[in-house]
T-cell receptor, first 113, second 115 residues
Framework: QKEVEQNSGPLSVPEGAIASLNCTYS??????FFWYRQYSGKSPELIMS????GDKEDGRFTAQLNKASQYVSLLIRDSQPSDSATYLC?????????????FGTGTRLTIIP | DTAVSQTPKYLVTQMGNDKSIKCEQN?????MYWYKQDSKKFLKIMFS???????INETVPNRFSPKSPDKAHLNLHINSLELGDSAVYFC??????????????FGPGTRLTVT
């Protein structure tokens, strides 16, 4: 079983719609959860972090965490063509900032104009 | 102002050669990392240093040797390069954003091609 699993996609969403990206993780001791966006040929860019159960909103992005179900998601509202990228879910077992992130394989998102 | 920088951006070399990649961060972070992203885009940690001390060493061939001269720099030296070493290598650094959260930032990457 992979430690962090994501649907590889591609996920195609019409412009203006809500894009929903999902991630599950296997280590129940995981405490920190991140979403990174990676454009082709570029480095991963941190867009959301979440540490406790529930929703966290930042602009058009909402991260949702359910530790009981070992599930974390990212919603992108009012999707724009510039949101087309690969989205990487990352999980850490600590919240001290000096331990490794375990990444999923990423979901490729395409926003259709 | 570049937060995490790496040199070189591209590296093309032949099998058996030795090469180095350099990384610097100006964020004042204590922890730095090396990640490898393979051709399938899977990103996996290789090493982590906290304040010049090695704290994470994943299952990486000992041909790979990281060195941290100070907490703002983390270099990666690779001996006897093999075809399978071809990948993009990312440096990253992390630090606390506030009392309850921290963030990890990536450099632009070094695309290594071994021929």
């Amino acid at each position: 079983q992979k430690e962090v699993e994501q649907n590889s996609g591609p996920l195609s969403v019409p412009e203006g719609a809500i894009a929903s990206l999902n991630c599950t993780y296997s280590d129940r001791g995981s405490q920190s959860f991140f979403w990174y966006r990676q454009y082709s040929g570029k480095s991963p860019e941190l867009i959301m972090s979440i540490y406790s159960n529930g929703d966290k909103e930042d602009g058009r992005f909402t991260a949702q965490l359910n530790k009981a179900s070992q599930y974390v998601s990212l919603l992108i509202r009012d999707s724009q063509p510039s949101d087309s990228a690969t989205y990487l879910c990352a999980v850490s077992i600590s919240n001290f900032g000096n331990e490794k992130l375990t990444f999923g394989t990423g979901t490729r998102l395409t926003i259709i104009p | 102002d570049t937060a995490v920088s790496q040199t070189p951006k591209y590296l093309v070399t032949q099998m058996g050669n030795d090469k180095s990649i350099k990384c610097e961060q100006n964020l004042g972070h204590d922890t730095m990392y090396w990640y490898k992203q393979d051709s399938k885009k899977f990103l996996k940690i290789m090493f982590s240093y906290n304040n010049k001390e090695l704290i994470i060493n994943e299952t990486v061939p000992n041909r790979f040797s990281p060195k941290s001269p100070d907490k703002a720099h983390l270099n990666l030296h690779i001996n006897s390069l093999e075809l399978g070493d071809s990948a993009v290598y990312f440096c990253a650094s992390s630090g606390r954003r506030d009392r309850t959260s921290y963030e990890q930032y990536f450099g632009p990457g070094t695309r290594l091609t071994v021929t």
